[in-house]
């Protein structure tokens, strides 16, 4: 019986078996993954028969995962134990991305109001303020790195657009107390040494949760008391359910840090590598400045120029396709089942990879090459392309990043041309962010483009033409 074939994959080191190989892999995941899949084809074990670790690559298995999330459950959530009560156990459960089942339907149909369409055009002024001041800060001449520039960008863009803040002081108070949070509650160091005693991570991260947690109450408050505003954490206060259920405070400051953390980072290293790979095509960079010039003649778009701008959603699309913020994904089965032919255990950890399924040339011709003028003439399914992922936890947030994106492309690219530095060392880490930054000379829109000479190891990921 076709289930009783041993999984494909690398041999391991006796006794450490797979730990050796997941070292291995996150050494350097994307080239790792690509390799697993071009030695051992769609289904691979971390380690040659053992079905507890398992790669899935290729539009069948991510369909057969994320379209099927009974039997396979978003990740474990919380690796450590969090002291119950607490608001560290309160911010980072009410997080839809840990959540299952109907509680998940349920929590994800009281958020969906937030970014209908709509809503989400309403966020496009703030987009367009807060980029015309980033915009504004770079001279021509001057050398920036836009990595850092797109994070204080985008952080702005979700405080503001989270909580409605207006001045610039407020908006850096609270993007800094979020992203205290953020660094806090990331420290491995964390499940190393878990106790609440000052000068040590758990403890930093306890009074960094508390204090977000106390001041997105306070907000709440004020919302609660007020009809409803325009901002998210407005309408998420004041939803209600068609039994009448609304989000609790604890949900909302939860769901609060998880859209900043879902949307932030993902949000800038997309932009940054929209911008390096635009500077490094010439051709393509020349005809989207002809195509904003036609449109908006220096004007940022409107919500309704943003979906009639076929090069500048092909330049997302491919940017999204080639370098997919979210690479890797995880599932865990909740029962033993078949995959592919092959058996799987009840809580195996089945890995699916937006990468390496954009990276397919059967669904994908030249598929290292950056062509947005291929999206002119390609529909693929949700399950070719899904920078996003696919089914019931597709990225909530998917329509506000992608009208980000063109915001600050469109307003970006008809004020200055960037140059990559020459000699600059570019590469991806294991999160898709650029390693070493994008940095940049900032030239007015002079349409002198042209290639640099870069290094590092970006050209294992982009085949650059010409
Ligand atoms: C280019 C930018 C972005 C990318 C590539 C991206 C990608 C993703 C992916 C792949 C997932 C699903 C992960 C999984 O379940 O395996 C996801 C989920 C999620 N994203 Fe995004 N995201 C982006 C921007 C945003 C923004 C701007 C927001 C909020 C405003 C956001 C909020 C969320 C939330 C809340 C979830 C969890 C949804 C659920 O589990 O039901 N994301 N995102």
Not at 97 to 115: S, T
Not at 173 to 188: C, F, H, I, N, W
Not at 307 to 335: F, I
Request: proline letters at 7%; aromatic letters at 8%.
């Amino acid at each position: 019986m076709s289930s009783l074939r041993t999984l494909p994959g690398p041999g391991g080191v006796p006794l450490l078996g797979r730990h050796i190989n997941m070292l291995r892999m996150f050494r350097d995941p994307l080239a790792a993954m690509r390799r697993m899949y071009a030695t051992y084809g769609e289904l691979v074990a971390l380690r040659r028969g053992d079905p507890t670790y398992v790669f899935a690559f290729g539009p069948e298995h991510n369909r057969s995962i994320l379209s099927n999330p009974e039997l396979f459950k978003n990740g474990a959530g919380p690796f450590f134990r969090f002291a119950k009560g607490t608001p560290m156990e309160r911010l980072l459960l009410n997080n839809l991305a840990v959540m299952n089942g109907p509680h998940h339907r349920q929590q994800r149909r009281l958020m969906q109001p937030a970014f209908h369409k709509q809503r989400i055009q309403g966020y496009r002024d703030a987009m367009v303020a807060l980029t015309t001041q980033t915009l504004e800060r770079w001279q021509p001449g001057e050398q920036v790195d836009v990595l850092p520039e797109f994070k204080r960008l985008t952080r702005h863009i979700a405080v503001k657009t989270l909580f409605g803040l207006d001045q610039s002081d407020e908006l850096e108070q609270a993007g800094e107390l979020l992203q205290a949070t953020v660094r806090a509650t990331s420290s491995p160091l964390l499940f190393i040494l878990p106790f609440d005693l000052p000068g040590l991570p758990y403890h930093r991260m306890s009074r960094a949760v508390g204090q977000l947690d106390a001041y997105v109450r306070r907000l709440v408050a004020v919302r609660r008391s007020q009809p409803e505003g325009n901002d998210l954490l407005a309408t998420l206060t004041h939803v209600r359910d068609e039994d009448g259920t609304s989000l609790s405070d604890d949900e909302l400051v939860g769901h609060t840090f998880t859209l900043f953390v879902a949307g932030h980072e993902t949000t800038t290293n997309a932009l940054a590598w929209a911008t390096f790979l635009l500077a490094q095509h010439p051709r393509v960079n020349a005809d989207l400045v002809d195509e904003l010039d036609r449109a908006l003649h220096g004007e940022p778009p409107s919500p309704e120029q943003l979906s009639s701008l076929p090069l500048l959603d092909g330049v997302v699309k491919e940017t999204l396709r080639l370098m997919p913020p979210a690479a890797v994904g995880l599932r865990e089965t909740t029962a033993s089942c078949e995959l592919g032919g092959y058996a799987l255990p009840e809580k195996a950890t089945v890995f699916y990879s937006e990468f390496v399924t954009h990276r397919m040339p059967q669904l994908y011709s030249e598929p290292d090459r950056f062509k947005p003028e291929r999206w002119a003439a390609l529909s693929p399914s949700t399950y070719e392309y899904l920078p996003f992922a696919a089914g019931s936890h597709r990225c909530i947030g998917a329509e506000f990043a992608v009208q980000e994106m063109k915001v600050v492309l469109a307003m970006l690219v008809q004020r200055y041309r960037l140059s990559i530095v020459e000699d600059a060392v570019i590469e991806a880490d294991f999160g898709m962010r650029p390693a070493r930054g994008i940095p940049v000379r900032v030239h007015s829109q002079d349409r002198r483009f042209a290639r640099s000479r870069i290094r590092g190891r970006i050209g294992e990921l982009v085949e650059f033409s010409g």
